[in-house]
């Protein structure tokens, strides 16, 4: 029965509780947000400081008994921890506990996955529920995709080097700096900062900005389709 009752609550459900549950934690994700910004702010008071700290340690405690409470009314424990929200709650409190005792470096580089926090937001939007849906109908469609872009990433590393590298050996003295200017051409980024100057580089490299044009679209469509095929099926 108890277990029900929490259920009822901690879940998305058309009732008060639910509700009240639900904007509460939201409120809390804001507030942690905004507590993280004002972290950055150089020369904080030191009861600015205490205060801000004591925010992080509150809203880290309800968090973690949110999580604890999703895997105890969890019909498969498992798969709710495994699962993309449960990941996300999961990070959403790791960096405070692994943050214990550890030194400053390693303190900047968790308090920065606390920003993961938003994405618990998803939780308790529609259209983001439609976008994680989505994500996961078409992961093995995403995973190809990546596969493939990866494939074509390590290819224009190797053409771009065997072209460039006698001409700009500073800039393509190996594959693995070739992968940089691969990067950023295939991704239609183009900084500028690495370019090739033989007749060679350039028409390979008009070649794999075709390609580029492509693998930026490519995803688009995929996610598009299956955020329609979400939308049609909860209609």
Request: proline share 3%; hydrophobic share 60%; no cysteine.
């Given at each position: 029965?108890?277990?029900?009752?929490?259920k009822s609550i901690v879940e998305l459900n058309d009732n008060k509780a639910s509700r009240f549950f639900s904007m509460f934690?939201?409120?809390?994700?804001?507030?942690t947000i905004v507590s993280f910004a004002f972290e950055t702010v150089p020369d904080l008071k030191p009861e600015t400081k205490t205060l801000l700290h004591t925010i992080e340690i509150i809203c880290v405690?309800?968090?973690?008994?949110?999580?604890?409470?999703?895997?105890?009314?969890?019909?498969?424990?498992?798969?709710?921890?495994?699962?993309?929200?449960g990941i996300i709650d999961l990070v959403a409190i790791l960096p405070f506990y692994l943050s214990l005792g550890l030194g400053l470096a390693s303190l900047r580089a968790l308090r920065f996955l606390r920003l993961f926090r938003i994405l618990k937001l998803a939780r308790y939007n529609r259209a983001m529920k439609h976008f994680t849906r989505a994500i996961s109908s078409a992961k093995e469609e995403i995973m190809?995709?990546?596969?493939?872009?990866?494939?074509?990433?390590?290819?224009?590393?190797?053409?771009?080097?065997?072209?460039e590298h006698e001409a700009q050996p500073e800039h393509f003295s190996s594959v693995f700096d070739s992968l940089w200017w691969a990067i950023i051409t295939l991704t239609t980024v183009g900084y500028?900062?690495?370019?090739?100057?033989?007749?060679?580089?350039?028409?390979?490299t008009f070649f794999i900005l075709m390609i580029g044009l492509g693998i930026v679209a490519i995803p688009t469509g995929i996610i598009s389709s299956a955020l329609?095929?979400?939308?049609d099926n909860e209609e």
């Open positions: 029965m108890m277990r029900e009752t929490i934690i939201q409120a809390l994700i804001l507030l405690a309800i968090f973690t008994l949110e999580y604890l409470l999703r895997i105890y009314v969890a019909d498969s424990k498992p798969k709710f921890i495994f699962s993309f929200f190809l995709f990546l596969f493939i872009t990866l494939m074509l990433i390590y290819f224009a590393a190797v053409g771009i080097y065997y072209f500028g900062d690495v370019y090739p100057i033989t007749v060679g580089g350039r028409v390979f329609s095929r979400s939308i």
